[in-house]
């Protein structure tokens, strides 16, 4: 069978969360069919990847079957928090769109669940990934 | 107590300070329409917010309460007092009596018959009375002393059960300062129902409920729009939640009708796990909820039922956030445009780096090219290769604990306007003083929860 590289938010959304230094960004399955692969594919090491530049000093993933969703927690990626950071978005906002960027691989038969239509270009080009 | 089939319903029409002051009017038209018991909740004291409501306390003792209390409050507060419909907020901020008596005012001045408005107290523990307790939560760090002399606030997360009280009491408005967002939804349900206060399944449900309806349009398609992905009808008329709570605490999230937005699963499972870190384990001061088993229903257009959630006994601590003056945080931006604006903003941002070696890091952004996903030491934006982007807005930032020394920052940005590259216009700077935080955690004893019912003017 074969299969297709495609950006994570074809497969699932999410939303990111701060709370002091902390980021938590959720990953939401699209279709069932689709959190098997998400489980598989989107670990704890691969997000760390994504966030090297973030310098996380630990990332935590928890999955919640019912609800087809996964949450990570990103300690220490916020150069502070809120309050301390000097980035423009320094409650980390935007982050979950940086790990919808991730890479994964979903063969043929389900590609009838991913959202969104087939950009062979989607991906920025080297070193904007890590993974 | 009515039948387990009239539900309780909570609607929300702020998620914060800042938020619409027009979401209101279509939740409590719809509370109206539907009848049966109903509350108004306005959730507006983010982390933030609270530090700059004590500022603004110092500055005027009868502040400190949420900026645009009326604003909020005028449009409904007639309808809600016709309807029965109580109304429980944390609006009272850094002043919840100065709060408490501009409503009475508000009401005096439409007209209204004065309402009973009660406040809930005992958060701020920033006091004298309350210093040793907060040195020993704060323990043992090199910085202890100045965090204390530089102190702006330090307020315990109260729970639910102050709010209950009142609502007990006969208040139709609570106000409040800091408490859990979550437990402005949970109080009205503890006082409607009559929950045991270690009903842990009940409390934890009603928790998520709150925690579902606490950053209003959140859930209901508002921050979650991305065209062609996730498309939301009438996003610039979205409408507030309502939350339909039955006598088990499941509940049932809607909006108005005739209102835009979204309310399905996937809106439902994004605001559920919103700032959760564990799911097994979220903490208030209420309950720990654990979402571990949670599962979502769609029942209709816009209903989403939540179940499944389950409740473990409330911690033995509640969570105090400390802000301090610290520091000063100097910014500066400058655009470049057409033909190699990238690079005249890259050498712009090397002569600022230059300029300013001595006075604290910098952070360089590239506004168009790279700002956001990086970091403050700049390791991203070290790694993109110099390109063509052809609109291009050079920021930088820094800190520093000397106003004097900041002000150099905005100086040095403004000056490019003639010392540094070709066609650089539409210089902003701003200097702030920064607030910067930490949370510790205080015995649930030390912090005294309670509720005042204030007396008619």
Redo the contacts between chains.
Sequence with gaps: MTSRTVAL?RAA???T????N?S?I?V?A?HPSLWPLLVEQVSEARVAAQFA???PSRVTR?L?P??Q?M?F?LDDVL?G?????????SHGK??A??LLDLPITVPDALREHL???DEPDSFPPE??RHA | MPGPTVPLRIGCAAGFSGDRTDAAGPVVDALVAAGGPSFLIFETLAERTLALAQLARRADPERGYEPLLDELLRPVLARCLAHGIRIVSNFGAANPRGAARRIAALAAEMGLAAPRIAVVEGDDVGGLAQRALLRDALGASADLDAVMASMVCANAYLGADAIADALLAGADIVVTGRVADPSLTVGPALAHFGWRRDDWDRLARATMAGHLLECGAQVTGGYYADPGYKDVDGLARVGYPIAEIDADGHCTITKPPGTGGRIDSHTVKEQLLYEVHDPAAYLTPDVVADLGEARVVELGPDRVRVEGVRGHPRPATLKVNVFCEQGWLAEGEISYAGPRAEARARLAAQVLRERLAALAPLRVDLIGVASILGDDAGAWLAMQPPGGARDVRLRVAALHDDKAAAERLPREVTALYTCGPAGGGGVRTALRQRLSTRSCFVPRDGVPARFAMMEPA
């Design positions: 938010y959304h999410g939303r969360g701060d709370k002091g902390r938590n959720s939401v699209w530049h973030r310098r928890y919640l019912n609800l969703s949450n927690v150069d928090g809120v309050n301390d950071a000097l980035n423009l978005d935007a982050l769109f940086l959202v969104g239509a070193p904007w």
